[in-house]
């Protein structure tokens, strides 16, 4: 049995009478990349939100490499070693992409009012560090031309480059990516899904919400689907093609789709 | 000609204090797109707490600590501190046109306060019994003017210089993320409220920084120098100049401080008698003109905003 690197236990959020997430307990196994499914309005970005510290839940708890970060503010997770994109890319658009990139990395000297003033030695090396670290994802991200384009002015697909590019400065153990293949072109998603399965084999678990059935069963293993706020299915991309629970989930529920 | 120049140095005086009042401003709103719409509160604060402390002792009324002037000049400055710290604990969660409320709120109060308690800062009549540093040895005349107007003129540059490196540092980059998107900033290990608290005490800092030079300037404060008037004038000078851009914070107050004198300048003599009254209004309605035109056609001001590129730095 692998070992677990995020865990929640009947994790459960309401809005008024009613219940998004409803009471879902699962484990995410390090060096897996799991693929969270099901139609529209199961619960999938609320979980998402839960998992991120956006929400905090109305009961159950969220367990990250051991430690209970329940209610924990989305900044400290990101220096837990989780990073997260979000559906509708969320640039810093009046920012250059490199200094979209450069502002990720934690414990910066020069985030202070005094230390670019009294540090400033420290303060230029680290720069001079973030910098280089900063160019060297953008390459991988192949953003690299971009470096000093305004963040604002890429297309949404490389805005998608980009959020992945900054969450990856924070060395994050766990990746959650918000459907990273909506709104962007098929060329631009080959890249992404090239990244995310490159960077899986070194090491980095991933939770995908995505759409795209195709590039769910293609790339995500396992497969969790939502729908109205509870678990309907837990395998593999070959269980999920002939499991009747999860297409009556999809096709039961023709309302929400 | 010594009428002339007297006259440049008095108005160079003026704007170079206003300058430093918007790059105050330009670093909560051109930096951080925080709304204060009290900024005269802050500069008021800062006029009052050095006159009262760097005063003479007066019957009636706080002060006559008679500190050191620079003394009085940095408890002046901490008081616009203490207080953006109280009102930006309050406000904190508050956005943009609820935060300009808010403020403009506290601007509000504050007049109100300075005008009725009387045990505080003399009420309607203001604070008197402040005396000019350094009168004795360079007296009153142009002399002085000549000798305070280098003073602001210093500290106008080193409030410039002091800001241009803070926002080419990460702490600016930080400011712009929260500007940009604060749940994006947060979700990349920031803390928003954090660092909006620390940008607005900053930049009230400097607005009461401003403030306490005004005051000296005059030797005097009352209620009639913290009307909201003030606000507006500052805003008008960082929209016309360019939000964001530290120059432009500058080249505005100045341009604005200008445009505004010579339209005051310009309807007291060429105006009909019968309108001489409303003038005042009318330079409100030409600087309200300039602000909308600017927003519309250009909102980005007449020096915009410019981008970090990674070129700047490497090269070392």
């Known amino acids: ?257 | 000609m010594i009428g002339t120049i007297s006259y440049l140095v008095f108005f160079a005086t003026t704007a170079s204090i206003l300058a430093i009042a918007v790059l105050g401003l330009n670093l909560q709103w051109g930096n951080t797109g925080l709304f204060n719409g009290g900024v005269v509160a802050f500069f008021g604060a800062g006029a009052y707490g050095t006159l009262i402390l760097g005063g003479t002792p007066q019957d009636g009324h706080l002060g006559g600590y008679g500190l050191f002037y620079p003394l009085a000049l940095l408890g002046g400055m901490a008081a616009a501190g203490v207080m953006a710290w109280i009102v930006g604990l309050l406000t904190l969660r508050l956005r943009h046109d609820y935060l300009a409320i808010a403020t403009f709120g506290v601007a509000v109060a504050f007049e109100n306060l300075m005008r009725n308690a009387e045990w505080l800062a003399g009420g309607a009549k203001g604070v008197r019994g402040f005396e000019r540093p350094l009168r004795d040895a360079l007296g009153d005349g142009f002399l002085y003017n000549i000798a305070f107007f280098i003073t602001v003129l210093i500290i106008l540059i080193t409030v410039y210089l002091f800001l241009e490196r803070l926002v080419a540092s990460p702490f600016g980059r930080l400011l712009r993320a929260i500007r940009e998107d604060e749940e994006a900033a947060s979700s990349l290990g920031k803390s928003p409220s954090r660092i909006r608290l620390t940008a607005f005490i900053t930049g009230s800092v400097i607005l009461g920084l401003a403030g306490g030079l005004y005051g000296t300037f005059y030797a005097f404060v009352s209620p009639q120098d913290v009307l909201p008037t003030l606000t507006f004038q500052i805003w008008a000078m960082l929209i016309v100049g360019g939000a964001g851009n530290n120059r432009g914070a500058i080249f505005g107050a100045f341009l604005i401080w200008g445009a505004w004198t010579a339209s005051g300048w310009a309807l007291s003599r060429f105006a009909p008698v019968e309108a001489q009254l409303y003038t005042g209004s009318m330079q409100f309605v030409l600087i309200g003109v300039v602000i909308v035109g600017m927003l519309m056609w250009r909102p980005q001001g007449l020096l915009p905003e410019r981008l970090v590129v990674s070129q700047r730095g490497s090269k070392e």
């Open chain 1, 1 to 257: 049995m692998a070992e677990t690197v995020l865990s929640t236990h009947r994790l459960s959020r309401s809005f008024g009478p009613f219940k998004a997430v409803d009471g879902v307990s699962l484990e995410i196994a390090r060096g897996t990349i799991t693929g969270l499914i099901g139609p529209n309005g199961a619960g999938k970005s609320t979980f998402f939100n839960l998992l991120t510290g956006a929400l905090a839940p109305d009961a159950g708890t969220v367990t990250l490499a051991g430690q209970d970060i329940t209610g924990l503010p989305p900044s400290r997770l990101f220096e837990l070693g989780m990073g997260r994109t979000f559906q509708i890319p969320r640039p810093f658009a009046r920012m250059s992409v490199l200094e979209n990139v450069m502002l990720a990395p934690t414990g910066q000297v020069g985030e202070t009012v005094w230390g670019p003033f009294l540090s400033r030695k420290q303060m230029r090396d680290q720069e001079r560090q973030i910098r280089d670290k900063a160019m060297e994802v953008l390459e991988f991200v192949t953003l690299g031309a971009l470096a000093d384009h305004p963040a604002g002015k890429i297309s949404g697909g490389q805005m998608k480059l980009l959020e992945l590019a900054r969450v990856l400065m924070g060395d994050p153990a766990l990746i959650l990516l918000d459907e990273p293949a909506a709104g962007v072109n098929p060329v631009l998603t080959e890249t992404l899904i090239g990244k995310i399965e490159e960077l899986n084999r070194q090491g980095t678990t991933f939770v995908i919400i995505e759409h795209d059935m195709d590039l769910v069963m293609r790339h995500c293993d396992p497969i969790i689907a939502l729908s109205e706020g509870r678990i309907v299915f837990q395998g593999s991309a070959d269980e999920a093609m002939t499991d009747a629970g999860l297409l009556d989930a999809y096709l039961g529920t023709p309302l929400h789709a």
